[in-house]
Nanobody, 120 residues
């Protein structure tokens, strides 16, 4: 059974930092691209950033220079370091694991989400 379990969310003041973790089980973690998404109230879920199996990263423009994604394949865990947090970063943050076979079949797994609230 595949499980992605996020942790590390909470309430933080503007300008503060949080580090989210996503621990995976039930998959061969190293072959999955990992992503972080977020969904704010009354908004669509959006990609925050992702990391490939080789460690390359990409981010949505609004978080570039503030957020960093990393992975530890030995621990089956992906991280999202969030610095200089802003109220508009408030959202539920979701972890995603994605593996695409050469035939085109794609395997997608999601965590349950963790709430991040940026407020004074």
């Amino acid at each position: 059974q595949v499980q992605l379990v996020e942790s590390g969310g909470g309430l933080v003041q503007p300008g503060g930092s949080l580090r989210l973790s996503c621990a995976a089980s039930g998959i061969t973690f190293s072959i999955y691209a990992m992503g972080w998404y977020r969904q704010a109230p009354r908004k669509q879920r959006e990609l925050v950033g992702a990391i490939t199996t080789g460690g390359s990263t990409n981010y949505t423009d609004s978080v570039k220079g503030r957020f960093t994604i990393s992975r530890d394949n030995a621990k089956n865990t992906v991280y999202l370091q969030m610095n200089s947090l802003r109220p508009e970063d408030t959202a539920v943050y979701f972890c995603n694991a994605r593996y695409k076979v050469v035939t085109g079949i794609q395997y997608d797994y999601w965590g349950q989400g963790t709430q991040v609230t940026v407020s004074s």
